[in-house]
């Protein structure tokens, strides 16, 4: 690792401290880029998500994806935790803190509203930034992107349903123009960019050798392009971190619990299962993070801007980035504990 990358977390709280200050002080520079969005994707934060994303993608070789297939425990591990863990643990943690430990802190009118964003915020699995977890712990390319397919399919007849069945609603409406646009732009076309652009290397002289060095330069692109986007997150909230610092720790204490129980279910599930750590590491931190823009924009849509729910769904986006990093850190770290009981056949 090189200087820049072993003190990742280092520059992780620097940009969460710049994009404080920054958006405090220049609050009208960071409205004018959060206005720069369609169907409230946003598009400076699009572009940054694709410098993070494509070095993954460009090491996928989609020829070989049918081997994923021997990957099906991995997929089984992701898929439970996702989808028959997180959103109900969620629900019961809400409940147990903004109900409970924490109700005497909080605006009593808007308790429901903070725990239905909080519901809303672990019923969307994440999908691009998946990609940059993956990519920082040496996760089975082929895998993530499958895994990711496959929730995106999921979710668009999922969501609504769990959604509506925790918040005691008969029916939730669903942002599709939110959901539809952040998979093409975030999914497909990337993916489509990357596997025409890896063609391209390979069909040239010294093929392996040219892709080599394009993944070697990128790789410092790409953690700059994430430490920007912390900026611009933490920048977009900036006055509301200032305002509101309480509410806004009390609603994270849940969400960094989430996380880091549904990651390490999913970790140890896989472990117990054989699960080879290059697919144990993506399956932990996809089981953990958040579609914070269509969460976002669900909150928003049933809610409200100014509601409780769509400040929840905000905190989820703050943590998201530094709280995943810690995950990344924790995989990375304990590979030779997990690799240790593992079979040599899957690893």
């Known amino acids: 690792m090189n200087l820049f990358e072993r003190y990742l977390s280092v520059w992780v709280l620097l940009c969460i401290v710049a994009g404080i ?27 940054l998500v694709w410098l993070m994303i494509l070095p993954m993608l460009l090491k996928i070789d989609f020829h070989s994806l049918h081997e994923v297939r021997r990957h099906w425990k991995g997929v089984g591990v992701t898929l439970f ?14 409940w147990l803190f903004i109900r409970g430990l924490f109700a005497d802190w909080l605006p009593p009118d808007q308790i429901d509203s903070y725990i239905a964003g909080l519901i809303i915020l672990a019923a969307a699995p994440c999908t691009a930034m998946v990609f940059v977890w993956s990519h920082l712990s040496n996760g089975h390319p082929g895998f993530t992107l499958s895994q990711v397919a496959l929730n995106d399919v999921i979710m668009v007849f999922a969501f609504a349903p769990i959604v509506a069945l925790l918040l005691g609603m008969a029916s939730i409406h669903v942002p599709w123009d939110t959901l539809v646009l952040s998979v093409v732009l975030y999914i497909v076309l990337p993916v489509a960019v990357a596997a025409i652009w890896r063609r391209w290397l390979l069909s040239r002289e010294h093929g392996v050798a040219r892709l080599s060095r394009v993944l070697h330069h990128m790789q410092p692109l790409s953690l700059v392009a994430l430490l920007t986007t912390l900026v611009l997150l933490f920048g977009f909230q900036g006055k509301q971190i200032i305002d509101k610092p309480v509410i806004i720790l009390l609603l994270a204490i849940p969400i960094l619990i989430q996380v880091y129980f549904n990651s390490g279910l999913a970790y140890l599930l896989s472990r117990k299962l054989g699960v080879a750590h290059s697919v144990a590491a993506p399956s932990a931190l996809i089981g953990a993070s958040n579609f914070f823009e269509l969460a976002v924009a669900t909150a928003i849509s049933l809610y409200g801007l100014e509601s409780g729910a769509a400040l929840a769904t905000v905190v989820g986006v703050l943590v998201e980035v530094p709280v995943m990093l810690s995950v990344v850190r924790i995989v990375n ?6 690799e240790r009981k593992l079979l040599p056949a899957s690893l």
């Open 21 to 47: 200050a920054l958006g405090h002080l220049f609050p009208t520079a960071f409205q004018t880029i959060g206005d720069m969005e369609i169907a409230r994707v946003n598009l400076p934060v699009a572009v």
């Open 333 to 338: 770290s304990s590979r030779g504990w997990y």
């Open 81 to 94: 935790v996702n989808w028959a863990v997180k959103p109900f643990s969620m629900a019961l943690l809400g």
